[in-house]
């Protein structure tokens, strides 16, 4: 095969979905630009995630990007021109020069968000030069087979992620009992319009929030399920073809070992007998960080509890690390793991967590950020590494649609429609 050569990177600063500084890297090849790749960022983050490089100061509010967006222009650029992006093993050649360049353990040299945009940017434009969609390349070099993945629909927004007093981050639909995508795809965004009209008939219908989920006040966290309840049963569903999934995001009200949840300070175990109960009452899935990133006993213990007939999903608690992972199977902590490409920094090291996760027979689910861009390669990394489920917000917002739309696109030529959960 012709060695094709990475002539030219280039960064630049673009603005995500909640009007805040990120970075855009391009990628060329032979002097012809071949692929561009945009680094989300999120709000309720975890303490363990690689560092996303901001500049401080007054610009931007201090979330400028300028560091990272140098330290691609000069020091990554100087590094990886040259490099053959048409050889196999270029991805994690290119990697592996990432994380020699930055040496440090959370990547605060260069920055995760500098180091993403490149390493996407690289893939793409692998794919691209072997003139194969870039949910193929991810399969061949997972040596994984693919499948269209469960979506999981953010229509119902609280915590860090709405201004309303709704602690519980992200109530979600998700439309498990359908034999392909479009089905799925359309069913929950029917739920969506539902819970629209509900909320109006109740007086509740205010604004959305960052990832376009409705952002109602409401008297407790439980009147959440009952509106989802509400919203699969109006669009004409029954719970057993849509489940409904948390994202608790428990960090965001947790402080001195107490949970501050629904204006009552609680113990983890009081909060595993709430979500066991809900588990029982309603058609209750998925739980992801029920807990805070470090209380490591509740979730021991919901998972023991419940983990039969729920999902109990890290996102916090693992930030996409291995090693983190690894010790959340060893303790039994959870059953399930939440992907973020920019919780790690490279596509490589996303791909080993995605390997572990699978080998010890978890479920994974790949994730977008509340700070989201147009890019949808989070949708091609679901399909392409069979993870099963794919979270990436309400069916609003082309930060969030552009997602779904891939997923349409793809489904074109991939028909197997994953079942993560028992129907």
Request: charged share 25%; glycine share 8%; with cysteine.
């Amino acid at each position: 095969m012709r060695i094709v050569e990475l002539t030219e990177l280039y960064a630049r600063t673009i603005l995500d979905s909640r009007g805040n500084p990120t970075l855009e890297v391009e990628c060329f090849v032979e002097g012809i630009k071949v692929s561009r790749a945009a680094v989300p960022s999120g709000a309720s983050t975890g303490a363990y995630e690689a560092i996303e490089l901001r500049d401080g100061g007054t610009e931007w509010n201090g979330k400028g990007v300028n560091l990272a967006v140098g330290n691609v222009n000069g020091l990554i650029r100087s590094a990886l021109i040259g490099l053959d992006l048409s050889s196999p093993n270029s991805q994690k050649e290119v990697d592996e020069i990432l994380l020699e360049l930055d040496g440090t353990e959370n990547k605060s040299k260069l920055g995760a968000n500098a180091m993403l945009g490149v390493s996407m940017a690289c893939l793409k434009a692998s794919a691209e030069l072997m003139n194969i969609d870039c949910w193929e390349h991810i399969s061949h070099l997972m040596n994984t087979k693919t499948s269209m993945p469960v979506p999981m629909m953010n229509i119902l927004n609280g915590g860090s992620h709405a201004s309303s007093d709704v602690d519980i981050q992200e109530f979600m639909v998700i439309p498990h009992g359908f034999d392909d995508y479009m089905s799925a795809l359309r069913a929950g965004t029917e739920c969506y319009h539902s819970l629209k009209s509900e909320l109006k008939k109740d007086g509740l219908l205010t604004g959305i929030g960052d990832e376009g989920g409705f952002a109602p006040n409401l008297p407790t966290n439980e009147h959440g399920l009952q509106y989802m309840v509400r919203a699969i049963e109006s669009a004409g569903y029954s719970t057993d073809e849509i489940g409904i999934a948390l994202d608790v995001a428990a960090t965001e009200f947790y402080s001195d070992g107490e949970y501050n949840f629904d204006q009552k300070k609680i113990n983890g175990e009081e909060l595993v007998e709430i979500y066991s109960e809900w588990i029982d009452k309603y058609p209750l899935l998925s739980i992801e960080d029920p807990f805070d990133e470090d209380d490591w006993e509740p979730w021991n213990l919901l998972t023991k509890n419940t983990g039969n007939k729920c999902q109990i999903v890290g996102d916090d608690l693992y930030v996409t690390q291995v090693k983190r992972l690894q010790k959340g199977i060893t303790s039994a902590s959870s059953n399930s793991i939440l992907v973020k490409l920019n919780q790690v920094g490279t596509v490589s090291e996303t791909f080993e967590t995605l390997k572990l996760a699978r080998d010890s027979d978890f479920t994974t689910i790949i994730s977008h950020r509340s700070g989201e861009t147009s890019d949808s390669i989070i949708a091609d990394l679901a399909v392409g590494s069979n993870a099963g489920q794919i979270k990436t917000g309400a069916p609003a917002r082309s930060d969030r649609t552009s997602k779904y739309n891939q997923l349409l696109r793809i489904s074109e030529q991939v028909k197997n429609y994953a079942t993560p959960f028992k129907r």
